[in-house]
Every structure is written in structure tokens, then in C-alpha cells.
């Protein structure tokens, strides 16, 4: 998400034309889509035993955090590339408004949430927060820009459907496996993408020509530094 934040921003700011950079932002956020909706996914099925199989069962909690923060780690995909690109649009003011929104809807939910739900009240307070911070990032940007909404759908819809596919893969694999551990959840989760990949790449979803030119952008600009 970061990296091509870096390299969409710029080129936004480069672009007079509405429609061009519309399709530019857009092919950021499919891209960030396709690629973190899948690891997001496939994590939370492996993290109840991934994280008690490094750190040991006292932390074995953590795993089902890690797990409901699913849709957080998710986001990370295209926050990054919608909060660069309302930067370099010149209205980047905004987010502080958007920012303080989130901050208030997550500390009111958790003051709700951690009573019933303990420890995972907290990362479903920052899923909705963070949500609707991006909610908000997307909808400025789609006021300025002219964004290509037939794709985006298309996209999330594909994202989604190879996310489901790898997970179910991940899940089957930990619950054939005989005493799920550090080494099943690390077979599970490489199973879980490797299926994803291959569902993304049969839809035409991996990352194309012009994505992998972005990410060759932003790593030019940060060996410029």
C-alpha cells in the first residue's frame, strides 16, 4: 500500500485531467485491493495458531486479535493510496476532520465493547473506525476525481472471492493437519495465498504492466532520496 502510495500521489499532482488521474487512483486501489484483501484473509484463519506457535500460549489471545483485526489489516491496502492522493490534491486538509471522526467513533466503542468482549472489543472498535476513515478518504476522492467504479467493483468482487478461496484453503490444511502448530499455520498460510494468487491470476487480477511500472516509480523515488 505505501509503496504505491508513493508512486500514485506524485503522478496525480502531475496530471491536469480528471478522468487520467481518476484511472491512475483507481489502479492504485485495485492493485492495493487484490494484494491485501487475500493476506488479510488467509492471516486470520492461520493467526489463532500462528501467534501461540512463535510467541508461546501465554499470547495465545493475541492470536484471535490479530484474527478480528482482519478487516484493519485489509484496509492497509488503499489507505495509504487514497491518503496520498488527497495530499498531493491539494485538499489534504480534510483528513484531519476524517481522523478526528474515526478517533471519536473508536473510543466510544471501545468504552462499549470491552465490557461484553474483552480484548477483541478494542480491534472491532478500530475495524469500524478505521472503516469509516477510509469511507471518508474515498469519498473525497471520488469527488475530485473521476474514478472508475465499474473496475473498482470488479476488482473487490475478484479480491474477495480469490480472499474466500485461500482461507478455505488455509482452513481445510489446519484442520487435516494432526496437532496445528508454527509449521501447519506457516503451510496453511502459504497453501491459503498460493491459491489466491492463482484464483487472481486465472481472473486477470494480478498486477499488471502498469502496477508494476508504479512500484518501479516509488522505488526509483526512494533511491533518488
Known amino acids: 500500500g505505501v509503496a504505491v502510495a508513493g508512486a500514485v500521489g506524485p503522478r496525480l499532482a502531475a496530471n491536469p485531467d480528471r478522468a487520467g488521474a481518476g484511472d491512475l487512483l483507481s489502479r492504485g486501489l485495485r492493485f492495493g485491493a487484490v494484494v491485501y484483501l487475500p493476506l488479510a484473509a488467509v492471516l486470520a484463519v492461520i493467526s489463532p495458531t500462528l501467534v501461540p506457535g ?52 473508536n473510543v466510544v466503542l471501545d468504552l462499549i465493547l470491552i465490557p461484553p468482549f474483552g480484548v477483541i472489543g478494542p480491534a472491532i472498535a478500530t475495524n469500524v473506525a478505521a472503516i469509516s476513515y477510509v469511507a471518508g478518504m474515498f ?79 516509488a522505488g526509483g523515488r526512494r533511491v533518488a532520496r
Not at 56 to 84: C, H, K, N, Q, R
Not at 187 to 216: D, F, K, Y
Open 54 to 105: 512463535l510467541l508461546g500460549e501465554d499470547f495465545a489471545d493475541g492470536g484471535y486479535v490479530l484474527a478480528a483485526l482482519a478487516p484493519y489489516i485489509a484496509l492497509l491496502g488503499v489507505a495509504p493510496v487514497l491518503s496520498s492522493a488527497i495530499d498531493y490534491l491539494g485538499v489534504g486538509r480534510i483528513r484531519k476532520w476524517l481522523a478526528f471522526g474515526a478517533l471519536a467513533i
Open 139 to 217: 469519498w473525497v476522492g471520488a469527488r475530485e476525481l473521476d474514478l472508475d467504479f465499474r473496475s473498482l467493483w470488479r476488482s473487490a468482487v475478484r479480491a474477495l472471492a480469490a480472499a474466500a478461496l485461500g482461507a478455505g484453503a488455509a482452513l481445510v490444511a489446519l484442520a487435516v493437519w494432526p496437532d496445528p502448530g508454527l509449521a501447519a499455520s506457516l503451510l496453511a498460510g502459504t497453501l491459503g495465498l498460493a491459491l489466491s494468487a492463482l484464483v487472481l491470476w486465472a481472473l486477470h487480477e494480478l498486477p499488471t504492466s502498469a502496477a508494476r511500472e508504479m512500484l518501479a516509480f
